[in-house]
């Protein structure tokens, strides 16, 4: 019996290659990709740098690379927090917010598409199945 963790490895593999190719044009990568992703979630587009590696599975030193590639495109912009000199907030930009949009909306074609044919009932059994996977790694 083939894990499924291997199993989800392979799909995660291939969703990925799915979303740079038909994202093709924003010349992003896919720690990019889910990092707006992540991002354009978040209330008002904008959350701490941990929060945001949280959400994106990423570590700080990763995603420290990841950040500063999508701001110097103009994608995303760093500013203080209001009350935490400490914590720097990430904060899509109008452009950042249309390369959101895109992406969210290819997995959500893409989720659409290849879900059409299980029942209903099938992703939120997935779901579960995934946050158990998450809280069993954390």
Do not use: C, K
Request: proline share 5%.
């Amino acid at each position: 019996m083939v894990p499924l963790l291997l199993d989800l490895q392979r799909a995660t593999h291939v969703t990925l290659h799915h979303l740079t190719t038909v994202l093709a044009d924003l010349r992003l990568s896919p720690s990019e990709l889910n990092a707006l992703a992540n991002l354009a979630v978040f209330p008002d587009g904008a959350g701490t740098v941990s929060e945001l590696g949280a959400a994106a599975g990423v570590r700080p030193t990763t995603l420290t690379g990841i950040v500063d590639r999508l701001e110097q495109r103009d994608l995303l912009t760093r500013e203080p927090h209001a009350r935490d000199r400490r914590t720097v907030v990430l904060r899509l930009t109008p452009a950042g917010t249309t390369a959101a949009t895109r992406v969210l909306d290819a997995m959500t074609s893409l989720e659409r598409r290849a879900l059409s044919s299980l029942p209903s009932s099938a992703a939120a059994d997935f779901a579960v199945v995934l946050q158990a996977l998450s809280d069993g790694a954390a």
